[in-house]
T-cell receptor, first 115, second 114 residues
């Protein structure tokens, strides 16, 4: 495997279900990100982990819960989602940085549909 | 906070013509401006980026220009090919606060007609 991988690629879940999205990066990076991509909207940054420390976006509802067990893996745990949460969820990775931003590399995304 | 506006939202060109996509940003502290290409069913792919200490950068048929005074930057694709058809996103990075805060434009859907 190379680059950034995400599983599953497609997920349909009911509003009462609990599911998890998985992301793995094979680039030797130490920062990982979750983004939400909805139609007609810009990509929205949800969470950032840098050196396994979380930097949180305050506007993300608590029904989304990230987990970063090590620098190569990132999870997004989902529970009691709403239909408006249906979107493409993208994972990205980069080198962690202090004051100069590094390039972010994206995975293919998980297409989530909440019914 | 930073706000990035991207125009046009759709762009159709004939194969061989040039395509230009423009973005403006609001935060004068931003100093990193990447461009991403997203093909159907795939994640965004970084194609070129520019930092605020340079005004132009080229990579084969792709170039990016940056005007810090006017706070706008543009993507130029020359000799377009059908495989250039995709959605292109610009972004700007804010320094300070949360790491990795790339603020994206809404995207431009480029169609290259053979």
């Amino acid at each position: 495997e190379t680059g950034v991988t995400q599983t599953p690629r497609h997920l349909v879940m009911g509003m009462t279900n609990k599911k998890s999205l998985k992301c793995e990066q094979h680039l030797g990076h130490n920062a990982m990100y979750w983004y939400k991509q909805s139609a007609k909207k810009p990509l929205e940054l949800m969470f950032v982990y840098s050196l396994e420390e979380r930097v949180e976006n305050n506007s993300v509802p608590s029904r989304f819960s990230p987990e970063c067990p090590n620098s190569s893996h990132l999870f997004l745990h989902l529970h009691t989602l709403q239909p408006e949460d249906s979107a493409l969820y993208l994972c990205a990775s980069s080198q962690a940085f202090s004051r100069v931003p590094y390039e972010q590399y994206f995975g293919p995304g998980t297409r989530l549909t909440v019914t | 906070g930073e706000n990035v506006e991207q125009h046009p939202s759709t762009l159709s060109v004939q194969e061989g013509d040039s395509a230009v996509i423009k973005c403006t940003y609001s935060d004068s502290a931003s100093n990193y401006f990447p461009w991403y290409k997203q093909e159907l069913g795939k994640g965004p792919q970084l194609i070129i980026d520019i930092r605020s200490n340079v005004g132009e950068k080229k990579d084969q048929r792709i170039a990016v220009t940056l005007n810090k005074t006017a706070k706008h930057f543009s993507l130029h694709i020359t000799e377009t090919q059908p495989e250039d058809s995709a959605v292109y996103f610009c972004a700007a990075s804010t320094i300070g606060g949360s790491q990795g805060n790339l603020i994206f434009g809404k995207g431009t859907k480029l169609s290259v007609k053979p």
